[in-house]
C-alpha cells in the first residue's frame, strides 16, 4: 500500500506558505529572512515519486527495516508459503551456544524454562531483503491476531516486491493458500505531479492469522525493493501494521530513529476506508513500515496479546543503527520502554552485534543492533 494525494496537498500547502514568507520579508526590507524563507521553500521541494528519498542517508541514526521475528507453531505452513510460494530460502533448526541462547531469551522476553528452535529465511540474491527469523516454541503460545480481518489492531503482514504479481500469485493458489480478495487488485495510484500509475497487489492468508502482500508497481517506477534479476521475485522488503495510534508510532520512528514520512494519506481503494502512513530509514528504497489506522467506529479491538515473543504472529522488527548508545539515549529522552541489552551477541542473521530491545508505543518488540 502506497500513495500520496495527502502528501501533494501538503506539499504545496508547505511550498505557497515559504513564498508567502518571502514576499513579506521582501516588502517590509527583511532580506535575510526572504533569503532564509527562500532556502526553506527549496528545501521542501519533494520527489516526484512518493517512493524515493526525500533525504539523504549522511548522518542518519539508522538504516532501512533489516529484520523481523516470527513465532510460530506451524512451521510447515510458513515453509510452504515463503520457500515454496515466494522463494525464500529457510535454514534450520540453527545451533546456538548457551551464552546465544540466554541472551536471547532476555532480548526476547522468552518464559524461563521454554525452548525453542529457531530458523532463518533469507533471499541470498538479494542482500538487502528483510531478513527473517522463525522461532517455533516447544508449547503452544497465545496467538497475536483472532482472524485476517484488515481491521483488527494488531501486526499484519511482511511484503513482497515482484516483477510479477500475477505470475507468483498462480504458484500461491496453486499450493492452496487463499487470497484476502476474490482476485489480484490492480488499482492506480498517482505522483506528487498528478500522473497516475498502476499498482497490482495481491494478499493471502497464512500461519496465526497474518497475511503475506504481493506488490508491483507500473509505469516504469522502481519497485519498493530489490527484485531478483533471473527469477522475478523479490522481499521481503516492508512490514505494516494495523495500529490505534499512528501519530504515536511515527513520533518514536521519526525522532528516536531518525525515519522520514514519505506518504500519509486517507486510503479509499478499500472499504471502510483508512489511514496509511508509510515511513523511510533516509536513503533508503527498500524497508519501510507501513502503519495503518483505521477510524474508531471502524476499528476490530485487538485479542490484547502483546505483540511480542513468545506471542504467535509477527512478533519484532530489527534496525541496524549508527550508535547504538545515542538511539537508546533517545529512546529514553521519550521514556521508551527498554526489553534487555545492550550486550554483545552472534547475530544468526547479523553476525557480531552489540544490540538492545525496547518496546514501540504499541507494544511491538524493537531489536537496535550496531556492527
Not at 90 to 114: F, I, K, N, V, Y
Not at 148 to 158: N, V, W
Not at 204 to 222: C, P
Not at 360 to 365: S, V, Y
Request: charge should be positive; charged fraction near 20%; proline fraction near 7%.
Amino acid at each position: 500500500m502506497q500513495g500520496t494525494t495527502g502528501s501533494v496537498r501538503r506539499a504545496r500547502t508547505r511550498s505557497w506558505a515559504a513564498t508567502l514568507a518571502c514576499v513579506v520579508a521582501l516588502t517590509t526590507g527583511g532580506t535575510a529572512t526572504a533569503q532564509a524563507a527562500a532556502a526553506s521553500t527549496k528545501a521542501t521541494v519533494l520527489p516526484n515519486d512518493p517512493m524515493d528519498p526525500i533525504a539523504d542517508a549522511a548522518g542518519a541514526n539508522a538504516g532501512p527495516l533489516s529484520g523481523a521475528l516470527i513465532v510460530t507453531r506451524d512451521l510447515d505452513n510458513l515453509r510452504r508459503i515463503y520457500v515454496d510460494g515466494v522463494g525464500l530460502t529457510l535454514e534450520g533448526p540453527l545451533p546456538a551456544s548457551r551464552a546465544t541462547t540466554d541472551a536471547q531469551r532476555r532480548l526476547w522476553q522468552m518464559p524461563p524454562g521454554m525452548t525453542w528452535q529457531t530458523w532463518r529465511l533469507t533471499r541470498p540474491a538479494t542482500p538487502d531483503a528483510i531478513r527473517v527469523l522463525i522461532l517455533v516454541p516447544d508449547v503452544d503460545t497465545p496467538v497475536m491476531r483472532r482472524s485476517y480481518d484488515r481491521e483488527e489492531t494488531g501486526p499484519y503482514a511482511l511484503g513482497f516486491a515482484m516483477r510479477d504479481v500475477r505470475a507468483v500469485d498462480a504458484r500461491i493458489t496453486a499450493l492452496g493458500f487463499r487470497r484476502t480478495l476474490p482476485a489480484v487488485n490492480e488499482y492506480p495510484l498517482t505522483l506528487r505531479d498528478g500522473t497516475e500509475y498502476p499498482v497490482i497487489e495481491a494478499s493471502y492468508e497464512i500461519a496465526d492469522a497474518t497475511r503475506l502482500v504481493l506488490m508491483q508497481r507500473g509505469g516504469g517506477l522502481k519497485a519498493t525493493g530489490s527484485i531478483d534479476a533471473a527469477t522475478g521475485l523479490g522481499g521481503p522488503s516492508y512490514s505494516s501494521l494495523i495500529v490505534e495510534d499512528a501519530a504515536a508510532m511515527q513520533r518514536f520512528f521519526t525522532t528516536v530513529l531518525d525515519y522520514e514520512e514519505r506518504t500519509n494519506r486517507e486510503w479509499t481503494v478499500f472499504s471502510p476506508r483508512f489511514r496509511y502512513v508509510t515511513l523511510h530509514a533516509k536513503g533508503a528504497r527498500t524497508g519501510n513500515l507501513g502503519l495503518v489506522e483505521y477510524a474508531q467506529a471502524d476499528r476490530k479491538p485487538s485479542t490484547g496479546v502483546a505483540p511480542r515473543p513468545p506471542n504467535r504472529g509477527l512478533a519484532g522488527w530489527s534496525f541496524p543503527v549508527r550508535s547504538l548508545d545515542e538511539v537508546l539515549a533517545r529512546a529514553d529522552a521519550q521514556r521508551v520502554t527498554r526489553v534487555a541489552g545492550p550486550m554483545t551477541i552472534d547475530d544468526p542473521r547479523f553476525g557480531p552485534v552489540r544490540i538492545a530491545t525496547v518496546l514501540a508505543p504499541n507494544g511491538l518488540l524493537i531489536e537496535l543492533f550496531e556492527r
